[in-house]
């Protein structure tokens, strides 16, 4: 069994890979997405969202703790993404991640994301320009969703993700329209991976151990993804993997402590005070005293004030 930490844009950045693959259990990470439109990025551009790129030719693209990274691109025309696919396999990326599954507006109002469901057929001419233009021996994956309004082409999109030649699948188990909001429809991962040949990865609503086990039930998948939930219970990967208790408060502290100093270095400090916020929306889910902590410093605006009260 895989587990695996999602992509989350503003969410799980680097730093926050860096941490959460410290405490272990991570198979591999997929970044944020990196937008793709109608031209070759830069190197800049790459290192930015998977700074791991920078020392991928010494001990290959992966956290410090040595957890495989791989860049997840976003776009909508297959030549630039396969452009743009050897460059990342160049830089040192462990494979190419597609999203088809980011349910953003802004995203989808650009042609990019989820809103691609809609057409298995340019799904298909996007995955082959990539799997044709990158190494014989590099990953391809791809993430959906079950479909943008209905989950009609559920079955048909990812059919058309096997065909195009992808080396695995990513389901997260919702709609766009459906967004975020429970229950993840994890029977419907089941019924597409009835009709494909290709590993099959389930995501949606693993929240800890009982979600990762029913997931796993209903899905008929042995490998996992999440991503809410690894900021909610920082040990995530090694509770579902049975072989820890849920982290205590005092250890979780100590993370948010060494986040901070992650956080509040150089110029990153003027986003520190969202950020650390953020990150306790999610931990209040699973620790009573987060919400506590989130009450004493939500009305701060600085960094150095929310450490000073850390």
């Known amino acids: 069994m895989r587990v695996i930490l999602a992509p989350m844009e503003g969410v799980l950045d680097h730093l926050m890979r860096d941490l959460l693959t410290q405490v272990g259990g991570y198979d ?41 990274v791989r860049v997840q691109l976003l776009g909508q025309h ?11 396999i160049e ?23 989820a809103i691609l469901l809609k057409d298995p057929d340019n799904l298909y001419r996007i995955i082959s320009a990539v799997k044709q233009a990158v190494p014989k021996d590099a990953i391809v ?41 429970p229950p993840a429809h994890w029977q419907w991962i089941a019924k597409i991976k009835d009709e494909i040949a290709i590993p099959v990865i389930a995501n949606g609503e693993i929240w ?17 993804m999440v991503g809410r939930g690894a900021l909610a219970m920082p040990n995530l990967a090694k509770v579902i993997k049975q072989e ?10 100590a993370l948010l402590a060494k986040y901070t100093e992650y956080e509040t270095y150089g110029a990153k400090s003027k986003y520190y005070p969202n950020r650390i916020k953020q990150w306790l929306k999610y931990l209040k889910l699973q620790y009573p005293q987060a919400e506590a902590l989130f009450q004493e410093i939500r009305t701060l605006k600085t960094a150095t004030d929310i ?3 850390l």
């Open 78 to 88: 297959p030549e630039y993404l396969a452009e743009n696919a050897v460059k990342a």
């Open 141 to 181: 994956s791809a993430k959906i969703r079950l479909g943008y309004e209905d989950k009609s082409l559920a079955i048909e999109n990812a059919q058309a993700v096997e065909s195009a030649g992808a080396n695995e699948l990513t389901v997260h188990a919702r709609t766009k329209l459906e967004g975020y909001k």
């Open 28 to 68: 591999l990470c997929v970044t944020e997405f990196v937008r793709v439109v109608d031209q070759v990025i830069a190197d800049r551009g790459f290192y930015r969202l998977c700074p791991e790129l920078k020392h991928a030719g010494v001990y290959g693209c992966t956290t410090r703790s040595g957890t495989p």
């Open 91 to 113: 830089l040192g990326s462990n494979g190419i991640d597609l999203n088809f599954g980011c349910p953003a507006k802004t995203v989808n109002k650009s042609r990019g994301g």
């Open 208 to 224: 800890g151990l009982a979600d990762a086990l029913k997931c796993r039930e209903v899905s008929q998948c042995a490998d996992i």
């Open 307 to 309: 450490t000073a009260a």
């Open 244 to 253: 820890s208790a849920v982290m205590p408060w005092q250890d979780v502290r």
